[in-house]
């Protein structure tokens, strides 16, 4: 699975794809303080980083795909945030 909770941390891994996004709404829901690790997430559809931003979540981690750690990213880490 794609989402994966261990304790309050929120695993996003391997291909999140759109189907995805209304999981990680409702654990972030649920509290929105949970963590959320994208160390092995390999592809993240717009949908799950429009639910991250939209809660500020505290979003940790390097994602191997190249693209992901350049672009996505930077954008989802707090402390790179501007708003």
Do not use: K, W
């Not at 409702?26 to 931003?53: F, K, W, Y």
């Amino acid at each position: 699975m794609s989402v994966r909770m261990e304790g309050q941390v929120i695993f996003l891994e391997d291909r999140c794809h759109v189907e995805q996004a209304e999981e990680l709404l409702l654990r972030l829901q649920e509290d929105p303080t949970r963590h959320v690790d994208i160390t092995g997430c390999r592809h993240l559809h717009s949908a799950l980083a429009q639910v991250l931003l939209s809660f500020a979540a505290r979003v940790s981690g390097e994602p191997a795909d190249p693209f992901l750690r350049r672009f996505v990213a930077p954008n989802l880490y707090p402390s790179e945030r501007t708003t």
